[in-house]
């Protein structure tokens, strides 16, 4: 996996050395596999009943299953490395996008100190909404009403008794009521600063402030950091 942050060169040296480590293994794997299957194939020519010789096709058809094994596993590792190839050209879009902040349905990063913007999205013909807070355990460490109103707002880290709570990942979901009837509850967005753009065999994906990890297909808003 190949990264894009001050330490860039780092994480490309050590996601190429790896990739050669398992190419290098598989290659390794294959060749001992075919070696040990000329020799059992070796053993059994010379150890088959001479007056009921083994059909000179049967060799024919056990090489020729072999061969086509090996031929796959070299095309599986093909198609691999240049699915990496691809995450990392793609990752490369998104450079830009470090230090910025980005607005996804994941944990929201509280360090402790600045607020976290949530961006609800109630339901419509709900008449109130309710914001849910959970810490990273799960556990609901506050809840509060807002307006309905799909604006974005600040939550300034503190719990249903207004006490601050310690840094760390808090994920919010809103309860839309209507005439008193709970509609629907819906996780709500939030925004995090990116820290690092990382390209992987399934895409780019960023890292978010707080260790968090999104698709890049998964950000639905940006912004310049605060």
């Not at 150890?47 to 031929?71: G, H, K, R």
């Amino acid at each position: 996996m190949t990264s894009v942050t001050s330490s860039t060169s780092t994480s490309s040296s050590s996601s190429s050395s790896s990739s050669s480590s398992s190419s290098s293994s598989t290659s390794t794997s294959v060749s001992s596999d075919y070696e040990m299957f000329l020799k059992l194939l070796t053993t059994q020519m010379t150890n088959q009943d001479p007056t009921s010789p083994m059909d000179s096709s049967d060799y024919a058809v056990q090489l020729a299953t072999f061969s086509q094994v090996e031929q796959q596993v070299k095309t599986n590792d093909l198609l691999t490395s240049l699915a990496s190839q691809l995450g990392v050209m793609g990752m490369s879009e998104y450079a830009s996008w470090v230090g910025m902040e980005a607005r996804s349905e994941s944990a929201g990063y509280f360090d402790g100190t600045n607020p976290v913007t949530i961006s609800p999205n109630p339901v419509t013909g709900a008449d109130a909404t309710t914001v849910v807070v959970s810490d990273a355990d799960g556990n609901e460490v506050s809840r509060y009403s807002i307006d309905v109103s799909s604006d974005a707002i600040e939550w300034n880290g503190t719990d249903a008794d207004g006490n601050a709570l310690p840094a760390g990942n808090y994920t919010f979901e809103l309860e839309s009521y209507k005439n008193g009837t709970l509609l629907s509850t819906d996780p709500v967005e939030t925004y995090n600063r990116v820290v690092e753009a990382q390209g992987t065999s399934d895409g780019a994906v960023l890292v978010l402030a707080g260790g968090g990890t999104v698709s890049t297909g998964s950000i639905t808003a940006l912004r310049e950091a605060d």
